[in-house]
């Protein structure tokens, strides 16, 4: 069966080129005519692994294709355009279709699965490290892991295995907002701080007192949320992926260097909209979050 992927930014490619390599047949879907030509151009994905460039030229189509009909999606774009995303192929998707949905932070996983009633949308987090150097070049800088779960606790699919022999590491989740609500605090304990500063993730080790206030107040919704393991020995976590990735500059740090659109809304923005919905106070987030905003604002970025 054959896997379309929507989103060619570095993970969507890492997942296309390493699928194609274990013999699965793969497309990819492009946003318009100029992407398609730029992508023919450049004659298919490079990825560079181990110092090794391999090019891979994987069969690529417009979004807005009349082309077979979709059973398995991998959508892989940012959280901001997921839902948009989603339903420009909705008329191709068939009933039942299953649906990959691999962003960061939460709320555009419950958006797109509302949007697509029809379709089985399966949540996944991921630890892998890889960034794009060029266009439709991706390096895979990091071995990680990845979950996949359902939010409505329906079975693991039979299909699970072809991705571990692919060579992507993976397991199933039972409780798969568990994961994507530590990992939501990960995010919201370093990235934000990361642009304030204008630094390296280890950089943080000099802000301790402000990461444990804010670990304290993470932990605070993610009790509150009922997510009891995802708050256990949060700081503790953090300090540790700050130590690991000392000399990394975060995701949305990358993204504010390079006057991109931050994933703002679905990481502290929606911590923060959880924090008011349950009635908690989180000064600090909140201080922080709008901090962050006027950052934004001054750079010329969108804020949400």
Known sequence: MTWYILGAGSLGCLWATRLARAGQPVQLLLRDRQRLNAYRERGGITLSEDGRDS????????????GAPIQRLLLACKAYDAEEAAASVAAR????????????GLGSQQAVAAHLPRARCLYASSTEGAFRDGDFRVVFAGRGHTWIG???????????????DAGIPLDWSDDILERLWRKLGLN??????????QCRNGELAGHAEEVAGLCDELGQLLHARGHTDAARELQSEVERVIAATAKNYSSMYQDVAHGRRTEIAYLLGHACAEGRRLG????RLNALHERLRGLLRQRGLPEA
């Open 150 to 164: 359902d939010e409505r606790q329906g079975p693991a699919p039979a299909w699970l295995a072809t991705l571990n």
């Open 280 to 283: 908690l106070g989180l000064p």
């Open 55 to 66: 090019l891979y030229p994987l069969v690529a189509e417009t979004v807005g294709h009349a």
């Open 188 to 197: 919201c304990a370093i990235n934000p701080l990361t642009v304030l500063y």
């Open 93 to 104: 998707l068939l009933p039942g279709a299953e649906i990959i949905l691999l962003q960061n």
